[in-house]
């Protein structure tokens, strides 16, 4: 259900853009600005990133700025353009080299195959028929076995000779490859494209060949369709003579004798992958000799004489640049390393987390350290070790700042009260909005969703506003200067009157997410609503900064010493007094419900697992319990309803079946809650 909702929400976006492109095309009409436009994309692009199910062939990190395929006319290949097979590990490279000497009545004792192992380049695959010499008609893959003529277009690439002389050059050859873009050029659309085969395959089939003329596209060549006249008797010898009629080819292609030897082209490779100025997604092995390919012949959609042995999906090896430290919210130092980017999966990480100063410590990280780097699902790209081996002598343990990079003050690690130990994570000791970054992060936190849930606030917002001294306080949300804002880039009419409409909106507020909204530390949602309940009219709330009657909150069942003292913290400091001064004045902040006992899901279990859409859990659990349903936490006989949301966790939903109990999708809890009024 939630992967439907991401999909429409996806597939409307695409349907908008592709509107609006359409009219810039087609029509030399923009109805929205540029920038709204460069936005639009980039909320597809993120979704792609973020929900890898995400597909469409509509989808501008594949057509855009052109129109799609029926622009082109569709040729067939004459020979048609196969896949591969792939290969993930040692194993399957030796159950490919097995199933060859069997094909080939052969035994490996007796003979050993000689292998091209050529580096796979992450493009997008080229068909160049050349007829005496000349180039004469370029076509796209399409679907193996008839192309999109884009002939213009890959007339635009240098590295494709438009005229062959050489005398061995056959009279007639489709040379195939893969078009590019290197990473130092993507560097410059990194903005617009989630990573470089997207930049190409997108440019590659611009309507307009003048526009694929503007990005620098590059032809690696490596295999060959229909020929007539070629004397040539294996790949490798094939590779050397692209390189004399004036192709490029890979200069780490290699001959490679026996299945044993590949893995150890293949760790190299894995090991500079990050400093070639391509992306490759793994190394293509193709039997050499061409009598030997031509007995092995293919499989359905791939040859049996050829094999992609891929790198992993969700890892990669890189170097890191430098160490960088973050500062959040509650003041805690995050280093985060900077590393040489690495096309992981079909995404960029240039950034991974190194978790605290503790972590750094333990595995001994340090700044021109090789790592290998793991990014998996949603999680944060992050370290998993150090290749020691490739440390060099004079490198220098990393020194963890004593001072707070933002403002100075001294950085402490605390004493914490239940693990009796001293925290992993270092922390600005500077209390609130005093240093800069804390603030700005209090404030992005302020308007999340789970908070004010300001719609169309996001961070980037938060930190635009704040370099253009727009805001500096939470309440100055409440005061912003809209003529100015209406003068920067990227902001419309439109733009302005939807933020100001979500401002307003939000100055009514619950009381509970209002004090979750102060991001007093230690105070999350849970507390939050604990500390509303406890004091019922926000007016008892601010009391506190006269009374300064701490200990009262004893008395509440969840709240302890920690948070007392953090509460404490908050009260005395004399900005964040100001802030609740003014937040009291400006907000219409309610007073907190008296649940009631007898609502019409009284003695209704629930539980949820996985992540909703558009509505934070906190939100659907206050819906529940406003009804009289109770959240549980555990799946046992007494849940009657577990509700799942996106990437739940298997156990629980496999748990719910297994005692036959109501699972239910988050369409259908809201819609309980609306038949029960
Ligand atoms: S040979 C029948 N050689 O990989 C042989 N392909 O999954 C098929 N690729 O569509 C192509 N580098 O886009 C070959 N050195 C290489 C390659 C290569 C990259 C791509 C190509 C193809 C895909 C197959």
């Not at 390189?243 to 026996?258: E, M, Q, R, V």
């Not at 990393?398 to 402490?412: A, D, Q």
């Amino acid at each position: 259900m939630n992967k439907n909702l991401i999909k429409k929400r996806y597939q409307e976006k695409i349907k908008l853009f592709n509107h609006h492109n359409k009219k810039y095309y087609d029509e030399n009409i923009s109805e929205i600005k540029d920038s709204e436009f460069d936005q639009l994309k980039k909320e597809i692009i993120e979704l792609e990133r973020k929900y890898v199910f995400l597909k469409s062939k509509k989808s501008p990190t594949i057509t855009v700025g052109f129109k799609p395929s029926k622009n082109f006319k569709k040729i067939s290949h004459k020979v048609p353009m196969l896949s591969l097979s792939n290969a993930f590990s040692e194993e399957d490279l030796i159950n490919f080299e097995k199933r060859v000497f069997n094909f080939l009545n052969k035994t490996r004792e007796k003979f050993e195959i000689e292998y091209s192992a050529e580096p796979k380049i992450d493009g997008i695959s080229a068909s160049l028929i050349y007829k005496k010499g000349k180039f004469t008609t370029g076509l796209s893959r399409g679907d193996g076995k008839e192309g999109e003529d884009i002939t213009e277009n890959l007339k635009t690439i240098d590295d494709i000779p438009k005229n062959i002389s050489a005398k061995n050059f056959p009279n007639e050859i489709d040379v195939r490859g893969e078009v590019f873009i290197q990473n130092s050029d993507f560097k410059k659309l990194k903005d617009k494209f989630a990573n470089p085969r997207n930049a190409a395959s997108g440019s590659l089939r611009q309507k307009n060949p003048e526009d694929t003329k503007k990005i620098p596209l590059k032809f690696i060549a490596y295999t060959f369709g229909h020929e007539e006249g070629m004397k040539i008797y294996n790949q490798y010898d094939f590779l050397k003579n692209l390189d004399l009629w004036g192709f490029k080819t890979n200069p780490y292609n290699k001959l490679i004798k026996g299945s044993k030897n590949l893995m150890s082209n293949y760790y190299q490779l894995e090991n500079i992958r990050d400093q070639l100025n391509f992306d490759i997604d793994g190394i293509v092995y193709k039997i050499n000799s061409f009598d030997l390919q031509k007995r092995l012949g293919n499989v359905a959609n791939a040859p049996r004489w050829a094999i992609a042995h891929k790198f992993s999906a969700n890892s990669g090896i890189s170097k890191i640049l430098n160490i960088d430290i973050q500062i959040g919210r509650t003041g805690a130092l995050t280093p985060v390393a900077k590393i040489n980017p690495i096309n992981i999966g079909g995404v960029v990480v240039s950034n991974a987390t190194l978790h605290n100063e503790d972590e750094i410590k333990r595995k001994d990280i340090r700044v021109g350290d090789t790592v290998t780097v793991e990014r998996a699902g949603d999680v944060i790209p992050h370290i998993i070790s150090v290749d020691l081996k490739k440390r060099k002598n004079d490198s220098k343990k990393f020194i963890f700042p004593n001072k707070c990079p933002s403002c100075s003050s001294i950085t402490v690690k605390e004493f914490n009260l239940t693990t009796k130990k001293k925290d992993a994570v270092r922390r600005c000791s500077s209390e609130g909005f005093e240093c800069e970054k804390v603030a700005i992060e209090k404030i992005k936190h302020f308007v999340s969703k789970d908070a004010f849930n300001i719609e169309g606030f996001g961070k980037k917002i938060v930190e635009n506003f704040w370099k253009q001294k727009l805001l500096k306080l939470p309440q100055d949300i409440f005061t912003l200067n809209f003529i100015q804002i209406e003068k920067m880039e990227g902001w419309g009419k439109q733009s302005i009157s939807n933020l100001k409409y979500s401002i307003e909106s939000r100055k009514d507020i619950s009381f509970e997410r209002f004090i979750y909204a102060l991001g007093i530390r230690h105070i999350g949602l849970e507390n939050a609503k604990l500390i509303s309940k406890y004091f019922r009219i926000p007016k008892n709330f601010f009391a506190l900064s006269k009374s300064l009657n701490f200990d009262e909150l004893l008395e509440i069942d969840g709240i302890g010493e920690t948070q007392i003292n953090s509460i404490k913290n908050f009260f005395s400091n004399k900005t964040n007094l100001e802030v609740l001064k003014k937040l009291e004045k400006t907000l219409k902040i309610q007073n907190s419900i008296a649940l009631t006992k007898d609502g019409p899901l009284r003695d209704k279990t629930f539980m949820i697992t996985g992540k909703l859409n558009g509505i934070s859990r906190a939100e659907i659990k206050s819906l529940i319990e406003k009804k009289s349903g109770s959240i549980i936490s555990s799946v046992s006989k007494k849940l009657d309803y577990l509700i799942v949301g996106e990437k739940p966790t298997k156990r629980k939903v496999d748990a719910a079946k297994q005692s036959k109990i109501n699972i239910i999708n988050q369409d259908e809890i809201i819609k309980i809650l609306d038949k029960t009024q």
